[in-house]
C-alpha cells in the first residue's frame, strides 16, 4: 500500500490493516462483490463540480476541492461534505552542488578546499569512497555558478520565509493547519514528536533569513548590487516550478515574492502534473532544470506505526529525495538518516521505546536538513451527494480510502456516476511494478483488486484484507529454525531451491490463501498456484538479478531492504497456505504480517510480458517500469502498449520455450493446455476491451478513454469472490477529543511557584485512552514534556512537582499541551491550554520573602540554562552572530528578573509601611489612657523601630546578595558559551 501519492505516488512499502472499532450497520446482501453494478468517472475541473453536484450529473467527486468551493457547498441542501487530513503541501529544494570534486585520497575539508582554491563553506558535502577516493561538493565555485540551495543553512533558512498561518488561514480559507515537518498533528505518530515539532514551529522572520542568506553567500563570493544577488557578474537565478490545479499556486507565487524581495531573480514556471513531474522525478537534480518545487501529497491510508513516511520524505536510500535512485544522476547523500529510517523500516530495534528513540532522531535530522520546507497539511474536503449511503471516512485517505468504490451506493439505483481531477495523465501508468503514481490511477486501481492486508480506515492497525494470518515470532533477540521444506528463488540459477540446512529467522506468517488461490481472475481464469509463486520470482528478480536491477535502479534499491528479510517461503499447496520466514520483529505483532504480506495483483503471464517487454526488449521497445526521461512508462492501459502486449501473449502460444522459462518461476506448476486457456482469455479480453489490466478485485476495469478522459468500471460478481456489500463499510470515526481541563493549586486557576500543581484531564472518545503533555514557557521552548497520570478510564491527572514549579517566573504565562490518545482512533485530540502563574504580591499572600526570593531566583537560573542549551544546539552563522543572539535572549531574562526584584522590594515596602502605619495608629490610640507607661511604650517603640530598620536592612542586603549571585550565574554562562569553539 502506497502511503504518499504526489499528486503523485511514491513509495513501494508494503502496509495493512486490523480492528474494526464501531461500524455502522448497512443493507446486507448474499450478492458477492460490491454495492453497485458499474462506476463511471468522468474528468470535472474543481470548478464545474459544484453545478454537477447540484444538478446530478455526478454522485461525488474523488479530488479534494479548493476551499472557495468547498465554502460554495457548505451547508447546501443535498449535498453532504467530508473531511480529513489527507493532503500535505511542501516545497521541494533541489541541493545539487554546482561542482563535484574528485580527490586521490583521504582530505579533511580544509585541505580540501585550500587544494581547490575556495572557501571551506563553499563545500556543501564531503566524504570519501571505498576506493579510497575524496568526493567533494561545492555549493558555489568559478566558472560553474552557485547554487544558494545547495547550502544547509540556507534551506533551513527558509522555514522562516514561508508564512504558514497566513497559508492555512487566507490561501486556505481554513481548510488546512501549519505544518513543520512530514507528520502534522493528525498523525498517530505525533505524539511521539510533538515536542520536536514544537521546537521547530516556524514563524515568518524574513529578516533572519536575510541575515543567513547574506553571510553565507558573502562567504562564497556572491555579491548583492541594487539589492539583487550576483556571482561571477551574473544574477543569482532560481527556477521555480509551480503546479497551477490549485492552491500551491498561490503559495508557490507567495514564496517566489518573498526570494524576490530577499535579491534572487525567479523564473516562475506554471505547469500542470504531467509536465512538472516529467522535470522533477525524470531529470538529474545536477542539471538545474528546476531548483523548488510546489509539491502535494495524497495520503493513502492512515498508519498507526510509522516506517515509510519517515524514509520517504528525509531518506535518500528510499529513493524519494532528489536524485530519487537513479545511479547515473547526482543524488542527495545523508547516511546517518539512511541508517537510522532504514533500522526503522527493517524493524532493528528491541522496543518500542528503541524505535521512537530511533524516530525522534531522524525527525530532527530531517528537519534540520531542509531539503523540504513543510507548508500546510490540507484538510481535504470531498463534496458527496446526500443520498450517496455506504461512506466510510478514512482518516488518512478521506473519500479516497479503499473501502468507498466498493461499498457507496444510491438507494434504487445499480450505478454511480463519480468524477475526479483527472482521469488518466501520461505519468498514469498501470503497472504493478513500478506504476501507479498518482492519485489518478491508484483511486481506481484500488478497486480492480483485493490487497491481502490494509491498514483500518479509523486506527491504521495492519488488519487482514483477503488473506487472514498467523503471527509466530521470536523476536527481538531469539531466532526460529526455518523449515527444512521451504524454498528460496534463486536468482542466478533461475530456480526455485530449498533454502540452507541451519537457515534461521526471526518470525514467520502464515497466511491462508485460500480466499485468493481457487478464485477467479476477471477474465475467468483460475487463479492457482503458479500466479502466487510466479509473482514472488519475478519480483526477486526484478531485485536481484544484476541485469534488471541495473535496468531498474530505483525500484531494485527500494524494494531490497524488505527482500533482504526473507529468509524463505513454504508453500503448503493442499491446505492453501504459504508461511513466510523473515528477519523482522516489530512489538505489534500485525505489522509482522504487514511486513511479510504480498499480492500477486495480476497473472502469471501478464507479469511475463510485462518483464519482456520492458526489460529484456528495453533498447527495441523503449519502455520502461518505472518513468525515465526518453522513455515510455510501461502502462497495461495505453493503446499502443496493449497491442504490444496482445502480439507478445500470441506468440505464447503453443510456446514451449516460453512455457519453460515462466514455469521456472512457477515451480513447473503450469501445463501446456491451462497455458493455452490462460492466453486465449487474455487475448479475448483485450479484444473485448482494449485493455490489458486483468486482476481479481470487487470491480473489472472495462474502459479507459484516454482522449475523452471516461473511465469504466464494472461489478465482478463471480461466485469465487468472497466478499459483498457492507463487509467493507465502517462509517464514521469518533473522535478523541479533550472534554474539561481543570487546575488544583493553593492559588485558584494559577499556578505557584514552588508549590504542586496538579492538572485534571478528561478525555471523550472510544477507550483504552492515555495522555501526554509538553509545557512551553513564555518564549515558546518547551521546558517539560511527560505522561500523564491515570485515574479512571477516561480522566487524566498532570502533576507539575514543586522542584519543576519553582523554576517558573511569578506573573507570567505558560501553555500546556495536553494531546489525548486512543488505542481505537489513532488522530489525537490536541488541547492548547494557557496557564498563568501567581504574581508576586499574590505569591507574598501565602508564602514567606525567603521562599519567594528562592523561587525568582530559580526561575532566572532555569531560563538562563534553557538559553544557553538553546544557543549551544544552534551552529551560530559567527561568533557575532552568537553575541547578539546571546545579548538579546539574556537582556530579555535580565528584565523579567529586575522587573520581578523592584517589584518585590515594591511588595516588601509597602507591608513595611502598612506595618508602621498599623504600629503608629495603635500607639496613638492608647496614648490618652496610658499616660503614665509612656516612657515604658516609648522605649518598646524605639525597640520596634530599630527591628524594623534591622529586618529592612538585612531584606535589602539578601536581595542584594541574590542579585549578585545570578549576575555571576549570567557572566559564567556567557563565558563558558564564548570559550566553547565553534562548531
Known sequence: ??????????????????????????????????????????????????????????????????????????GKQGITLYSAPAGLI?????????????????????????????????????????????????????????????????????????????????????????????????DPDYAVIADIIAKYEFTYNPGYVDQVITDVLSKVGAVKIGGKWTYEGQPITLKFIIRQEDERRDIGYMFSSELKKLGFEVNEMEMTFSQAINIIYGTDPAAFEWHIYTAGWGKGGIDRYDSGTIAQFCAPWYGYMPGWGEPTWWNYKNDMIDTLTQKIYQGNYASKAERDELYRRATELCIKDAVRIWVVTRLDTWPVRSEVKGVTLDL???????????????????ELKLAHLWVWTSSSAWNTWGGFSDVYSVDFQRATYDPSMWNHPFNGEPMAFRAPYVVVTAGPTGKLNVSSSAVIWDVSKKQWVPVPNGTQATSKVVFDFSKIVGAKFHNGITITWADVVGYLAYLFDLIYDPNYSSLEPRLSSSSKPWADTV?????????????????????????????????????????????ELALDRRSETKYVLYQKKGYEWFSLVWPSHVAKVKETLQSYKNNNNVLSKVNKYA?????MDEWNARIDADINWINTYNLAWISYGPFMLTKLDTQNQVLELKAFRDPTYPFKKGDWYFGQPVATSILSVSLESPIANKILPGQPANITVKLS??????????????????????????????????????????????????????????????????????????????????????????????????????????????????????????????????GVLVDQYVSLIGTAMDNMNRLSQTTASTI???????????????????????????????????IFANIALTIIAIILSIVALLRKPKA
Do not use: C
Open 765 to 894: 472518545g472510544i477507550p483504552p485512552f492515555s495522555l501526554k503533555y509538553m509545557v512551553k514557557d513564555p518564549r515558546g521552548i518547551i521546558i517539560a514534556t511527560g505522561t500523564g497520570e491515570k485515574v479512571s478510564e477516561d480522566t487524566f491527572k498532570v502533576v507539575l512537582t514543586p522542584e519543576f514549579t519553582k523554576g517558573l517566573a511569578y506573573g507570567s504565562k505558560y501553555t500546556i499541551v495536553l494531546i489525548g490518545l486512543s488505542e481505537e482512533v489513532a488522530i489525537p485530540g490536541i488541547s492548547k491550554q494557557i496557564v498563568d502563574t501567581a504574581s508576586l504580591a499574590e505569591a507574598l499572600s501565602i508564602q514567606n520573602v525567603s521562599d519567594v526570593l528562592a523561587n525568582v531566583r530559580s526561575s532566572a537560573i532555569a531560563q538562563i540554562n534553557t538559553i544557553v542549551s538553546e544557543l549551544k544546539e544552534q551552529k551560530a552563522v559567527d561568533l557575532d552572530t552568537l553575541r547578539d543572539q546571546l545579548a538579546s535572549a539574556l537582556s530579555g531574562v535580565a
Open 396 to 414: 488518512g485517505a478521506g473519500l479516497r480510502g479503499i473501502w468507498n468504490l466498493r461499498e457507496m451506493y444510491v438507494e434504487g439505483r445499480n
Open 667 to 671: 515451480m513447473g506448476l503450469l501445463k
Open 567 to 611: 529468509k524463505g517461503f513454504e508453500f503448503d499447496f493442499n491446505n492453501k497456505k504459504v508461511t513466510v520466514y523473515i528477519d523482522y520483529w516489530h512489538f505489534d505483532e500485525n505489522y509482522i504480517a504487514s511486513w511479510a504480506s504480498f499480492s500477486p495483483v495480476n497473472p502469471i503471464e501478464i507479469h511475463a510480458a510485462t518483464f
Open 90 to 186: 511542501e516545497l521541494t529544494l533541489n541541493p545539487a552542488p554546482v561542482y563535484v570534486a574528485v580527490l586521490n585520497g583521504s582530505v579533511s575539508i580544509t585541505e580540501a578546499a585550500s587544494k581547490l582554491g575556495v572557501p571551506a563553506v563553499a563545500i556543501t558535502n564531503i566524504y570519501t569512497t571505498s576506493e579510497g577516493k575524496t568526493v567533494v561538493e561545492l555549493g558555489a565555485y568559478p566558472g560553474k555558478g552557485v547554487n544558494p540551495l545547495a547550502f544547509r543553512e540556507i534551506r533551513f533558512a527558509l522555514n522562516y520565509l514561508i508564512d504558514r498561518v497566513a497559508a492555512a488561514s487566507t490561501i486556505m480559507r481554513g481548510f488546512a493547519v501549519p505544518m513543520y515537518t512530514f507528520l502534522s498533528q493528525y
Open 1 to 74: 500500500m502506497n502511503r504518499y501519492i504526489p499528486l503523485l505516488v511514491l513509495t513501494i512499502v508494503l502496509v495493512s490493516l486490523l480492528v474494526v472499532p464501531i461500524q455502522t450497520t448497512v443493507a446486507q446482501t448474499t450478492q458477492p462483490g460490491p454495492a453497485v453494478d458499474k462506476i463511471t468517472v468522468v474528468r470535472k475541473t474543481i470548478e464545474e463540480v459544484p453545478d454537477a453536484l447540484t444538478s446530478g450529473a455526478i454522485d461525488a467527486y474523488m479530488f479534494s476541492l479548493k476551499p472557495a468551493q468547498a465554502a460554495q457547498l457548505q
Open 924 to 958: 496613638n490610640s492608647q496614648v490618652s489612657s496610658q499616660i503614665q507607661q509612656i516612657r515604658t511604650d516609648m522605649a518598646a517603640l524605639s525597640e520596634k523601630v530599630d527591628a524594623t530598620q534591622n529586618t529592612l536592612n538585612s531584606l535589602q542586603t539578601y
